[in-house]
T-cell receptor
C-alpha cells in the first residue's frame, strides 16, 4: 500500500527566504506526482504535475523535482511571500489500471507554511 | 471559466441523522470525484464517476454512504446515518476526461460536523 510522508508538518520562514518542502513515498511505481496548495477553508489548487519520466517542473517561483528511484520529491519556493502561506500537499498517482480508469491519488498530510512579513 | 461549485459550505448534524452534499463540476468535465478530508489528513478518494457511471467506489463505506450522478453532470453524496467519525471536509473535484495525467480542479468543500 502506497504511503506518502511530508516533512516538516509545519514551517515558518521570514519573507524573502528560499525554502524546500519534502515529500517521500514508499512505492516507486508511480505514474505521476502532483503538488497542491490548500488555503484555509478552501479546496485544493494544483500547482505542478510531474510525470514519472520527468525530473522536474517549474512554474514561476516554484520548482518541483522528482527522484522516483529514491521515492522523493521536493517543492522549492524562491523568494517566499506572505501570500505563499498555505498548506502544501503532495499526491502520487499509480499507473492506470487497464480499462478501469480509476485515478486514485494518495495524498500526504501536508506541510503548513507560514511566511512572516 | 466557473469552478467546481459545492453546497452547503457548512453542516452541523447530530449522530444518526442524515445529510446530503451537492456538487456541480466544471462544465464539460466528464469525471467527478468525491474526497473526504479529515482534519490534519490528506484527502481520501471516496468515489469516482465517469459521466454517470461509477469507476471506483472501493473506499466508500457503502453501508452508510451513497452517491449518484444521474445525468452525468452534478452529483450528490449522502450519509445515512452519520457517525461521529464522519466529521470531515467533503471535497468534490472534476477533470476533463479522467486521464491520469490531468490536473484535478477542486471545489471549496463542505465542512461537516457530527455531534
Amino acid at each position: 500500500k502506497q504511503e506518502v510522508t511530508q516533512i516538516p508538518a509545519a514551517l515558518s520562514v521570514p519573507e524573502g527566504e528560499n525554502l524546500v518542502l519534502n515529500c517521500s513515498f514508499t512505492d516507486s511505481a508511480i505514474y505521476n506526482l502532483q503538488w497542491f496548495r490548500q488555503d484555509p477553508g478552501k479546496g485544493l489548487t494544483s500547482l505542478l504535475l510531474i510525470q514519472s519520466s520527468q525530473r522536474e517542473q517549474t512554474s514561476g517561483r516554484l520548482n518541483a523535482s522528482l527522484d522516483k528511484s529514491s521515492g522523493r520529491s521536493t517543492l522549492y519556493i524562491a523568494a517566499s511571500q506572505p501570500g505563499d502561506s498555505a498548506t502544501y500537499l503532495c499526491a502520487v498517482a499509480p499507473f492506470p489500471n487497464s480499462g478501469a480508469g480509476s485515478y486514485q491519488l494518495t495524498f500526504g498530510k501536508g506541510t503548513k507554511l507560514s511566511v512572516i512579513p | 471559466e466557473a469552478g467546481v461549485a459545492q453546497s452547503p459550505r457548512y453542516k452541523i448534524i447530530e449522530k444518526r441523522q442524515s445529510v446530503a452534499f451537492w456538487c456541480n463540476p466544471i462544465s464539460g468535465h466528464a469525471t467527478l470525484y468525491w474526497y473526504q478530508q479529515i482534519l490534519g489528513q490528506g484527502p481520501k478518494l471516496l468515489i469516482q464517476f465517469q459521466n454517470n457511471g461509477v469507476v471506483d467506489d472501493s473506499q466508500l463505506p457503502k453501508d452508510r454512504f451513497s452517491a449518484e450522478r444521474l445525468k452525468g453532470v452534478d452529483s450528490t453524496l449522502k450519509i445515512q446515518p452519520a457517525k461521529l467519525e464522519d466529521s470531515a471536509v467533503y471535497l468534490c473535484a472534476s477533470s476533463r476526461t479522467g486521464a491520469t495525467n490531468e490536473k484535478l480542479f477542486f471545489g471549496s468543500g463542505t465542512q461537516l460536523s457530527v455531534l
